[in-house]
């Protein structure tokens, strides 16, 4: 992936600035056939939902009291944990986008929700939907691209500390809602403040992160696995608490490299969104996104972040209307000779953590790689890792040279 | 101190939520739940109106008749609160009722009129207004009830109250001698309506009459033609010696308030129509610091407000972060992308608003 105005093949170049107004207009109007729609249907949707999820939460718990018995810690460990994800992906995210004020329902609502997350809501508002979300795939504006740990674009200049990314990728899978608070927090940069020159908002900021920490871990850690005390339960159930955290995280972490990570999604210059108007914002979101396609139960698990192209497009409609919108999106990607990137799960899993791999190592050298000069091109990465930013940058160069002949070689034998 | 500790330990069970958020599920009505009430039934009184009878929370403090309740119901998935009088005095079951006229385009009435239904949940706040009757021990005055269209339920609230009546709110024929005497109360009942089958509790007041409870004078608009309120003594000679209670649409109040200010005489009124917020095309934005910034029809609130150096929140100014939602307690606002218009008064209770894509559309006050 290279910023979309630096690619040879620019995907959008045949757009004239009149059909990406025009773009703009087509999609308001789908945005508003919802909103015109919008009302009981949607309402009991979502009440239904938070009443089946609380009490599967409450079953799940109450049949790990007895989570000595390895029955009823499968049961109880797999109810918490599909509970866990519900509560995150289709009920907290989409209520703390707004989704649900419509409602003017108190406790359905984007100023007053609160999650079983490390992260306080209104912390995550602030970079998700103001940042991320404005500035969706902008390098160097959206901290959602990496979160600001990993090289995800071939114009980051590489550095050996990127060898290690495939293994941060999957550390912050496991604990990814920690991650996701230090990177709301924006940890990294305020940790190489000085601690006394360090910003008021950012302790405060901090501060209410340990004590959501504090609060959500008493209750898994503590609290629960206390109340099994009674049957000799106090470590399973603890344990059961802790799977069913990872599951969420590790889930969730999918989900969101899902759509954002696969190979055909855009990133985009700083430089290319000053002054951006309505149309160029909804085109930006319609290339910095991707589906993942796949029956009711994912788009559900997945907060309809399965439909991540049209939550991009429309981040304030109600989830479950998302569905219902998707072809008359895609219809328009068609007809204005955009790529609407989809795929299975699996698929697209493959194609975010191939990215994470290949984006680990220099530019190329995957590319140029073959069973037979292995041991040359490690040498080579060896030297590129140890040797000092002269070399590196000399390695380089030949590489993305090899990588242009090999791609000529195989384009004439084609 | 074993309570609280409980309590305690299961807010930390539930955090991020709180133990009535569980419990909500099984028992919403509950002592220490929300103010909330079960629709029991809903009985149509005329063609367009009904009474809706409500098993309230268990924490219903009870109401004096007379008195209103605010209720908040969904409506097309949007929660919205509106003022009804009670039209029972406290009732041995222990519920409530109001009785609904719909309002033609109207949000509420005619949802809860036409569509509301048995089992469904509504929001309560306990019952307001000092639209009642003095204490009746000692000497009780002669009254003078004036009601216009739905404004009679606080009056059949307060009637039903004081003579014997069934559950199901009319008179108790068994105990009719009762009725007249019991309360020794002079009461005359001044009911205008459309016309006779248009005529809330017109039934109620007729049986009430030929109990010998009250004397009632019916005045149908298409019979009798429209009330002259000046030549109300015709129809009361001893107007002057009578506490007038009146409820009924604004006109009427008006009138009637000149009126009997002209005489000198007492008057209570209830006025069901607090205020209507006509939109416009902008409009002066008033905050709590007491600033009253003046925006025009197209300009986002957000940003008239900060030119005006009012601090405001805010996030993507686009209107897809919620990052700069604030409650707006009276007024109306357009959105800027749809036309869409949203409104707020004393009786609908704040709404919260995206002030980066709502324009003023007459004044508004925003709680902030
Ligand atoms: C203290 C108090 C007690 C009340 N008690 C009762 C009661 O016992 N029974 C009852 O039916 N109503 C009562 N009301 C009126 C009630 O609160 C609502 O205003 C009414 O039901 C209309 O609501 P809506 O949502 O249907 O109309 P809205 O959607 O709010 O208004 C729609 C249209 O109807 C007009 N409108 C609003 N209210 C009225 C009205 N009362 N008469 C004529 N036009 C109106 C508006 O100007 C607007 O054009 C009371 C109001 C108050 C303030
Ligand atoms: S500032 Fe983002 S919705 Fe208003």
């Known amino acids: ?339 609407y990137v989809t795929g299975s799960f699996p698929k697209q899993v493959y194609s975010a953590w191939h990215k994470v791999v290949r984006l680990s190592l220099p530019n190329g050298w995957l590319a140029t790689t073959t069973p037979k000069n292995a041991p040359m091109q490690l040498a080579k990465l060896y030297k590129m890792t140890t040797g000092g930013r002269k070399v590196r940058r000399a390695l380089q160069a030949r590489l993305e040279r090899d990588a242009r002949m090999a791609k000529d070689r195989m384009a004439k034998a084609a | 101190m074993a309570t609280a500790l409980l309590r305690r330990f299961a807010e930390l069970a539930a955090t991020p939520l709180v133990p009535d958020d569980y419990l909500d599920l099984f028992n919403p009505l509950r002592p220490g739940a929300e103010l909330r009430g079960r629709i029991v039934s809903v009985h149509p009184e005329t063609a367009d109106a009904a009474t809706l009878v409500i098993k309230p929370g268990a924490d219903w403090a009870g109401h004096v008749p007379g008195q209103y309740v605010r209720i908040g119901v969904d409506v097309d998935g949007v929660r919205q609160w509106r003022a009804y009088s009670l039209t029972h005095g406290p009732r041995r079951d222990g519920h409530i009722s109001i009785t609904v006229k719909a309002v033609a385009d109207g949000t509420v009435s005619p949802y809860l009129v036409h569509r509301s239904r048995p089992g469904t949940l509504v929001h309560l706040e306990q019952a307001t207004g000092d639209f009642v009757l003095p204490d009746l021990d000692v000497d009780p005055p002669k009254f003078l009830f004036v009601t216009a269209g739905s404004g009679v339920t606080p009056v059949v609230g307060m009637l039903r109250n004081l003579f014997p009546v069934t559950e199901s709110g009319v008179i108790d024929p068994k105990s009719r001698s009762a009725a007249t005497n019991a309360a020794g109360l002079d009461i005359t009942v001044v009911h205008v309506a459309p016309s006779e089958p248009d005529s809330i509790f017109g039934a109620d007041l007729v049986a009430l009459h030929a109990a010998g409870a009250i004397n009632l004078v019916a005045r149908y608009d298409d019979t009798h033609g429209v009330l002259d309120i000046n030549r109300l003594v015709d129809l009361v000679p001893d107007l002057h010696e009578r506490i007038t209670y009146a409820c009924g649409p604004g006109g009427l109040l008006d009138a009637l308030a000149a009126h009997h200010e002209a005489l000198g005489l007492p008057l209570h009124v209830e006025q069901f129509k607090i205020s209507t917020v006509e939109p416009g095309a902008g409009g002066s934005v008033a905050f709590n610091s007491g600033v009253e910034v003046i925006a025009d029809g197209a300009t986002p609130i957000l940003t008239a407000a900060e030119s005006a150096g009012v601090l405001m929140p805010s996030g993507c100014r686009m209107g897809i972060c919620f990052g700069c939602v604030l409650p707006m307690t009276d007024g109306a606002v357009r959105d800027l992308r749809n036309g869409a218009i949203t409104t707020a008064d004393a009786m609908s209770g704040p709404v919260k608003i995206q002030t980066c894509i709502s324009a003023a559309a007459g004044p508004c006050r925003l709680d902030h």
Not at chain 1, 39 to 65: M, N, T
Not at chain 1, 88 to 110: A, C, T, Y
Not at chain 1, 210 to 215: F, L, N, P, S, V
Not at chain 1, 221 to 238: C, D, I, K, N
Request: aromatic share 10%; with cysteine; net charge negative.
């Open chain 1, 1 to 339: 992936m290279t910023t979309i105005t630096k690619k040879p093949d620019n995907p959008i170049a045949h757009l004239t600035p009149e059909d990406i107004e025009q773009i703009g207009i087509e999609l308001d109007a789908i945005r508003q056939s919802v909103l015109d729609t919008r009302g009981e249907r949607d309402a009991a949707y979502i009440r239904k939902l938070i009443d089946v999820q609380r009490k599967l939460e409450l079953g799940s718990r109450a049949v790990l009291l007895a989570s000595i018995f390895p029955p009823a810690w499968i049961v109880g460990t797999a109810g918490l944990s599909v509970a866990k994800i519900l509560e995150n992906m289709e009920i907290g995210h989409n209520i703390l986008h707004g989704q649900w004020d419509w409602m003017r329902d108190p406790k359905i609502h984007s100023t007053t929700w609160e999650w079983d997350m490390a992260t306080p809501a209104s912390a995550w508002k602030h970079s998700h939907n103001e940042l991320h979300h404005t500035y969706t795939n902008v390098v160097g504006k959206d901290n959602d691209l990496g979160y600001g740990i990993m090289r995800v674009d071939e114009d980051q200049r590489w550095h050996p500390f990127f060898l290690a990314q495939p293994l941060w990728n999957a550390v912050n899978a496991c604990f990814f809602e920690y991650g996701i608070a230090a990177y709301d927090l924006e940890l990294g940069k305020n940790l190489k403040i000085p601690k006394e020159k360090r910003s008021e908002e950012f302790k405060a900021a901090a501060a209410a992160v340990r004590t959501k920490i504090r609060k959500q871990a008493t209750k898994d850690y503590l609290v629960h696995p206390l109340m099994s005390l009674p049957t000799g339960s106090f470590v399973t159930t603890l344990a059961a608490n802790f799977v069913a955290n990872v599951v969420r995280n590790v889930w969730s972490h999918s989900i969101i490299m899902c759509g954002h990570f696969p190979e055909g999604v855009e990133t985009f210059e700083r430089k290319s969104i000053e002054g951006e108007t309505r149309g160029e914002w909804y085109v930006r979101q319609m290339l910095g996104s991707a589906n993942i396609s796949g029956g009711k139960a994912l788009h559900l698990m997945s907060g309809n972040l399965s439909h991540q192209i049209e939550h991009h497009l429309f981040p304030d409609l109600p989830s479950n209307r998302y569905a219902e919108v998707a072809p008359q999106v895609q219809a328009l990607f068609e007809k204005y000779g955009l790529n």
